[in-house]
């Protein structure tokens, strides 16, 4: 690795070459990833590649007038001071905000080079050129800067809402649903079953646990979400175990009181704020009718529930 300071005009025009060739060819891989689900915010990129192609091509005819035909290969890893990149742009599904700030970084990372190789250069043509593009690339950090700030349009917005059903709001509701009735049975049936609020506690607790780890390898394993688009499955497998976790503790925690019977009644409570909010959230989310919602948690809710009252009293 070679500083900065020890490069000749020759190189400082290769390495401005393969930067710009680089920065092109990352931001056709950005368009190309965000297409699907960003169309628009796609198009604003590949904009981006073609001017980024068009200053490769200044270079390249600046380098041949001065140098010849042969461009010797300097890159950006060659050279010490240039800040390491997080290939962000080859995670699917890409984020917009992600992706915008690394565009934001790479272009003030190319504008400090290049007004550092106008400082150094003699030649007035390529002194010229070297800060005609530096003042080029601040406009396109300015420009990388507002894409994610442009408002989404119609499709774009639709599709974000559905990716963040399928990678955020499914996983989380499966979860919360499981935590929240499968729970009950073994937490009543404790309570009626030993009357002590410690004991009911310690089964609830197993009991979210448990089902939180079981349902989030479950989700985590179900589908690696290349074809589907619902995301990393680690990161759905995290939101569906916590969730799960969550609607279990949510009424094993009010056993921490001693008595029993109070300890019960706010369990009950905690258990119909539980059913209300999944209710909602696939009326809110799922195009579900609120009557149809409230109808299948709530029954299903009240069957496990009884089911746990019956075995824990027989």
């Known amino acids: 690795m070679r500083p900065f300071d020890s490069l000749d005009a020759r190189e400082i025009l290769a390495l401005a070459i393969s ?27 590949s904009r981006l590649r073609e001017e980024e192609d068009s200053h490769r091509h200044r270079l390249l005819d600046v380098y041949r007038q001065r140098f010849g035909d042969h461009v010797p290969l300097i890159r950006r890893q060659d050279v010490r ?10 995670v699917r599904p890409l984020g917009l905000t992600a992706v915008q700030r690394e565009a934001e970084t790479m272009e003030l990372e190319t504008k400090r080079f290049y007004e550092a190789a106008a400082r150094r250069t003699t030649d007035t043509r390529v002194r010229q050129l070297l800060g005609d593009l530096a003042e080029e690339e601040r406009h396109h950090a300015h420009t990388a800067g507002r894409i994610a700030a442009t408002r989404l349009s119609e499709e774009e917005s639709a599709q974000r809402k559905r990716l963040f059903i399928l990678q955020v709001i499914q996983p989380g509701l499966a979860g919360l649903m499981d935590g929240s009735v499968s729970t009950l049975a073994p937490l009543f049936a404790a309570a009626f079953a030993t009357h002590n609020s ?52 949510g ?16 369990a009950v409570t905690v258990v119909c704020v539980e059913l209300s909010v999944i209710a909602w959230v696939r009326h809110r989310f799922m195009d579900t009718s ?8 709530v029954l299903g809710g009240i069957l496990v529930f009884a089911v746990g009252i019956l075995i824990g009293s027989s």
């Not at 780890?213 to 995290?238: C, K, N, Q, V, Y």
């Open 19 to 45: 930067l710009e060739e680089e920065d092109a060819r990352i931001y056709e891989d950005i368009a190309e990833g965000l297409r699907e689900n960003y169309p628009d915010k796609a198009g604003q990129f």
């Open 81 to 90: 001071g240039f800040v390491r990149r997080r290939p962000v742009w080859l």
């Open 198 to 249: 410690f004991d009911t506690l310690r089964v609830g607790l197993a009991a979210s646990v448990g089902a939180g780890i079981s349902m989030g390898f479950a989700e985590a394993l179900s589908d690696d979400g290349s074809l589907t688009g619902r995301g990393h499955p680690w990161a759905r497998g995290t939101i569906c175990g916590l969730m799960t976790a969550l609607g279990g503790l």
């Open 251 to 266: 009424h094993s925690l009010p056993y921490l009181i001693r008595d029993v019977r109070v300890a019960t009644w706010i």
């Open 290 to 297: 609120w009557a149809s919602a409230a109808i299948q948690v």
